[in-house]
């Protein structure tokens, strides 16, 4: 996936806003005002980063030379994935949906049944 792919998906997501966080290097995605995605804006090696059980990544990192391990930002961990890489896009798009699927999860109860489609 490219820049532009990653972001038309990411807008595809119910209730999806995009902002510039710092400066103009990234974008962030987020779900009721709570971040699930930061995409460089790097052309060269875009990279994004989404949320993930530790499990999970184990098994992507054995598979895919293109996933960096967790770092830690605004409390959280967060994995890194880029874009120019092995990695199919369907595999890319499960990620995203999945770090989306982790905000909601911590949504209160009433805000997750506009969710329970998913």
């Not at 290097?25 to 994004?48: H, Q, R």
């Not at 949320?51 to 994995?79: M, P, Q």
Request: hydrophobic content about 35%.
């Amino acid at each position: 996936m490219n820049i532009e792919e990653v972001r038309e998906y990411c807008l595809s997501l119910k209730n999806t806003t995009e902002c510039l966080p710092f400066d103009d290097t990234s974008l962030v995605f987020k779900v009721e005002n709570k971040m699930y995605l930061l995409l460089t804006l790097d052309s060269a090696d875009p990279y994004i980063a989404v949320k993930c059980h530790t499990d999970y990544i184990e098994e992507l990192r054995e598979k895919y030379s293109a996933v960096e391990g967790a770092y830690h930002f605004n409390k959280k961990y967060w994995n890194g994935i880029y874009l120019n890489s092995d990695m199919p896009d369907d595999e890319v798009r499960k990620w995203i949906l999945h770090s989306y699927k982790e905000v909601i999860a911590k949504l209160p109860k009433k805000i997750r049944e506009e969710y329970k489609d998913l």
